[in-house]
Every structure is written in structure tokens, then in C-alpha cells.
């Protein structure tokens, strides 16, 4: 295996990956690297261009909503190497459902704030800023003309 060489501080690391400094240390302290973190001979940290990438990772999985000890499960298994791919990709599949039902329920909640817009934007456009609201929820695609619901709805 190559030698992996680390050259960048906390602070460039922080700064390219958009996590704080506390951060790092913390996905330090929660195992959260495949590779351990390299010091300099006075402690400070140094962190190599394989120590960035793995970050993304970490942050895009973080930011779909992987809980950190699912994530800590997948590190751990990143760092044993070869022969866990089956438990890996489980363990993607499962999180996968996850963001996909996420997503569901996101574009739903969409659905019903673009309706809510149009609502309120036909009703600007009539200058009736005091008119009733309603607080049904959006009619589904087989009812009627969006003209006509927002009409008859607001």
C-alpha cells in the first residue's frame, strides 16, 4: 500500500471541507477516519489529500442523514479493507430507503408550499390581501383546474 502523505493543517482541512476545527477533532474522537490522523513532532494535526475525500463522504452521508453511529459502522467497516462489502452495501440499501422515503415526504411538503404560493399570489394579483384563507391541503392532480381550486379555495 502506498504511503499515504499528510501536509495539510486542522485549519486548511477545515477551510476545504467547510467543517469547523471542533468538528474534525470530534469525528477524530468518534473514529469517524478510515486512516489515523498524522502528527507533527509538536502535536499538531496533519491531514493528507485521502484524510479530504473521506470527509466529503462523511459530510454527504451526514448531511442525508445518516446517524454518526451508522456512519462510525461504516467507517469501521471502509477500514477493516476487503471481504465486508456485502454488510457495506447493506448498510447503504438500507440508508438509500431512508433518504428515498425522505425525499417522498420533502416533495410532498413541496407540493403543498407551491400550492400555497399560488394561492397567495392570485390573491395579491387581486388585491384581496384580505381574504379568507384557506387551510385545506392541496386538491390531487385529478380534481379539478388548478385555475379553478385556487379560486374556489381561497
Not at 477524530?28 to 502535536?43: D, H, I, K, T, Y
Request: charged share 25%; net charge negative; aromatic share 6%.
Amino acid at each position: 500500500m502506498a504511503e499515504i502523505t499528510a501536509s495539510l493543517s486542522i485549519g486548511q482541512v477545515a477551510e476545504r471541507t467547510g467543517l469547523s476545527v471542533h468538528a474534525l477533532r470530534f469525528y477524530e474522537r468518534e473514529g469517524l477516519f478510515v486512516n489515523p490522523v498524522q502528527r507533527r513532532a509538536g502535536g499538531s494535526r496533519l491531514y493528507s489529500e485521502d484524510d479530504v475525500d473521506w470527509l466529503t463522504i462523511c459530510i454527504i452521508l451526514r448531511a442525508s442523514g445518516m446517524p454518526l453511529p451508522v456512519l462510525r459502522r461504516y467507517t469501521d467497516l471502509v477500514r477493516a479493507g476487503a471481504g465486508n462489502e456485502e454488510e457495506r452495501l447493506t448498510l447503504m440499501r438500507e440508508h438509500q430507503e431512508q433518504v428515498t422515503s425522505q425525499i417522498a415526504r420533502l416533495t410532498q411538503s413541496l407540493d403543498l408550499i407551491r400550492f400555497k404560493v399560488g394561492v397567495y399570489e392570485d390573491l395579491v394579483d387581486q388585491g384581496s390581501g384580505a381574504a379568507h384563507e384557506c387551510h385545506a391541503p392541496p386538491p390531487s392532480a385529478d380534481a379539478v383546474s388548478e385555475d379553478v381550486q385556487r379560486v374556489s379555495l381561497s
